[in-house]
């Protein structure tokens, strides 16, 4: 296919994504036309309208005018109408993930993100640490970066800088200079068989970064190791065990770490300002990858120091019953453990969590992971399953959950669940909303 012509008018099924959104602005800012479809709207479609972007609310064959091609997510149906009218009209059709594998050869050094957990953050922590060396990456996040004002950012054809995620081999469509691994778990497991599986893919993936490139990997993680044991790029290890590690940590009263960056012979001091101790293994992952780019350890210590969150990572909404209340994305048992962690290094009377589990794959799957990483909370509420992408399997149940972990309660209604929560908090309580899906309307929620 001519990758010149079909960015000069390319039609996105599902574009209100936020990776699908942050390609299309990619492609506007390119000079492309763009349009698109979605569900329903939303600042991030509003957004690409001001950009530009002509977008239909609902899916129908009417809004494939004539595009040179169509570009869909994996959580689009075979039969939905738009690619249905695309083929028989003989217009070319391509999955996300492989088009923005298409896309990125365009640039000299793709950077590439991936891990069971902590992509987002350490995508956007890099993307500030590259910014303020001045290297000017163009940017892929699936967040919203406040140093970007969104989730993309149009910079030189040097380096892109982006998230891959392993969900039904996506990331085998790339082909990156450099991929950072930074953990890998079970999870996906409505896709792949288990973590022998989850590992060779991994393993592939990291087979495809050229031998003049190199690879970030987290020492520590034995899964990642053996994944990584037949890549012929260089290897850059970081952690306990690898060469980039963090020495004399502590924590400030805001729960966010300090510590000392320890690389060969060399030092550099470093304060965050997003919590957790997993965020000092990002911050390590996103070190290494800036220092063996060219940037100097001073000047990314200032990158990865001037990034400050992004949405839904465990981002402060606001006080009510004099409890703190923040949202966040976490959605696997490892993510949930090192949230409420992370929370427990703040003061704090009690942490709530209000938990929506998601996909019933995965609730079933790791029901009691789930419970073990849940009770880390002084007080937990879990609410219905986000179904997502998966039909209801008639087995799994949200209140199966709640019965695995102790004091906990089944809360089916969002409304319910506020009004309970407003009247049971008390001063210098910690309230987290948490999941993947609509959990997040519940931040705002207890403000009304």
Request: with cysteine; aromatic share 8%; proline share 3%.
């Amino acid at each position: 296919m001519n990758m010149e012509k079909l960015h000069k008018n390319v039609h996105f099924v599902g574009i209100g994504g936020i990776s699908m959104s942050a390609i299309a602005h990619i492609l506007i800012g390119s000079g492309a036309s763009v349009t698109g479809s979605d569900r329903s709207d939303s600042a991030i479609i509003e957004s690409l309208r001001k950009s530009g972007a002509k977008i239909f609310i609902g899916h129908s064959s009417k809004n494939i005018e004539n595009p040179d091609l169509v570009v869909y997510t994996a959580a689009i149906s075979h039969d939905n109408p738009e690619l249905s009218a695309a083929r028989e009209k003989g217009i070319p059709t391509m999955e996300r993930a492989e088009f923005l594998g298409r896309l990125m050869e365009e640039y000299e050094m793709p950077i590439a993100i991936s891990g069971t957990h902590g992509k987002t953050t350490t995508t956007s922590m890099l993307s500030c640490t590259l910014l303020d060396a001045g290297l000017n990456p163009t940017i892929l996040v699936g967040g919203e970066l406040s140093q970007i004002n969104g989730n993309f950012h149009l910079g030189s054809k040097k380096h892109l800088v982006f998230e891959a995620c392993e969900y039904v081999d996506s990331f085998l469509h790339f082909n990156p200079y450099c991929a950072i691994v930074l953990n890998i778990e079970a999870d996906h497991l409505d896709y792949f068989s288990g973590i022998e599986q989850i590992k060779q893919s991994f393993g592939k993936f990291l087979c495809k970064i050229p031998k003049e490139g190199f690879a970030v990997l987290n020492a520590d993680d034995e899964n990642v190791m053996q994944a990584a044991k037949d890549a012929k790029c260089r290897k850059v290890l970081y952690g306990d065990k690898g060469f980039y590690k963090a020495e004399d940590i502590s924590f400030d009263e805001r729960g966010c770490p300090r510590f000392t960056v320890c690389f060969g012979e060399e030092k550099e001091r470093v304060s965050l300002n997003v919590t957790g101790t997993h965020n000092v293994s990002n911050a390590l992952a996103t070190f290494a990858t800036a220092h063996n780019l060219g940037a100097a350890p001073k000047m990314i210590a200032k990158g990865i120091e001037s990034f400050t969150g992004t949405a839904r990572r465990f981002e402060y909404k606001g006080d009510v019953g004099g409890a703190k209340v923040y949202d966040d994305y976490a959605h696997h048992p490892t993510e949930i453990q090192a949230t409420l962690e992370a929370a427990g290094k703040i003061p704090h009377a009690r942490i709530w969590c209000i938990f929506q589990p998601h996909t019933y794959t995965r609730t079933r799957a790791l029901m009691d992971e789930f419970a073990k990483s849940l009770s880390v909370a002084d007080k937990v509420i879990v609410t219905d399953i986000y179904a997502a992408r998966e039909p209801n399997d008639g087995k799994t149940h949200s209140s199966q959950l709640a019965k695995k972990i102790d004091g906990a309660m089944y809360i089916s209604d969002f409304g319910e669940i506020a009004e309970y929560v407003k009247k049971n908090v008390t001063k210098d309580d910690i309230v987290i909303t948490m999941g993947a899906g609509t959990i997040t309307t519940l931040s705002q929620m207890l403000f009304s």
